[in-house]
């Protein structure tokens, strides 16, 4: 039987990654940094995966098994694997880098000559080559061409909604998802052959990757920062607000013009019917996504690769004007979540530094128009929210 070894086993590894690979015929272990969570996976080696729809399906995850991230047994585990994939969240590559390069190393003196591919799920841009950087950082030359022939770095896009399991789950292992998904996969960059029914296999994954994050993930997090200001809940919540679902909808189709600029691959007709589909999934009734689940790490998602300045860049590169992305960028720098430890980073740098330099060194942008715009923006949001108490929130 095939291997897979997964890293993260939240929402995604467990409801989406670590589902489609048993589907496609791989034992599944995976390795957390959370030992209950291991413990647990040990113990019932399954579980489920519940769709949230109009007719809720349940599937069962088998066969399944776990180990410590940063353990030998998990170094063991890279010896025999097939392929490893990773849902960890970008910013936690790094101790998965260290993990991979001594597996790597003892996959090479073990002369294990099978060719392994290695695929990081993440919602970034090239998330698995900024992994592939990491784990080259830790090797000699002697490993890094043995890494070259043997292995691949295959850079993917992952789209599935996977919120959190409160008011759903039953079972400590119980995870949910809607049931649309898609994973593209960069062909060429892999070693040997993959068969996973579900996924599709691209040639240039840019295309797909921008047009999945500018387009979902950056209307999403506009859903989310605009959702929070008008104090609502959910995405569900803020996406029945006329306002916010125009703003959202403006921005998809910002983004769309300045996609459709970079790749003649794609037309403004297809992104149009993409923006409709993401935003009936932003409004599938079955879903309570938080929106503070879908806004966390402003800091990462206000940067300049990322949802939301990306497509700005994007944009103006075309010479289309932005004000839908420059308005969400605004409610993301206003995103002042006292429980998320980003959102706080940003509004204490905001207190010392000033909109404008923050805007600056958080998002990589320099022309005064495009920041200062922003920064009007923000402004605006500030005095509406002072005036919330007695007046409420207009978007
Ligand atoms: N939830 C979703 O709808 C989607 C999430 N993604 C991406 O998947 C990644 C994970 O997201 P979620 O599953 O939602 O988060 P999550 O928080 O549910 O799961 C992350 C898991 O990774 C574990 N983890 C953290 N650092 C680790 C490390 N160094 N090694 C091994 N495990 C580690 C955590 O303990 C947790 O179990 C993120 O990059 C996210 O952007 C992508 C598409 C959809
Ligand atoms: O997982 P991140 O990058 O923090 O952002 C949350 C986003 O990712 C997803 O969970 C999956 O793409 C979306 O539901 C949401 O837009």
Redesign the pocket.
Known sequence: MKKALH???????R??IGLLLHQAGYEVVF????PT?VEQLLAEKAYRVITLDDDVQEERVTGVRACL?DSDACRQEVIDADVIT?????G?????SAVIADGLRLRKEQKQEAPINILA????IR?TSQLKERVLARVDDSLREWIDTHVGFVDVA??????NREGYATQPLDCVVERFFEWDIEEPALKGTLDIPGATFVQDLNPFLERKLFMLNGAHATAAYAGFFKHYRTVLEAMQDAEIASLVADVQMEAAEGLKHRYPSLSLDMLRTYAQAVRARFLNPHIQDDVA?VGRDPLRKLSADDRLVGPLRLALAAKVKTPALIRAIAFGFHYNNPSDEAASKIQAEIQQFGIENTVKRITGLSESSIVDAIAEQYHALLRASHSDATHGNEV
């Open positions: 890293f993260g086993a939240g929402n995604i590894g409801g989406f390795a957390d940094v959370v969570l991230l990773t849902a960890v969240g970008l936690n590559l790094g101790g998965v799920c993440e919602n970034a998330a992952v789209d599935r909604i996977a919120p689940r």
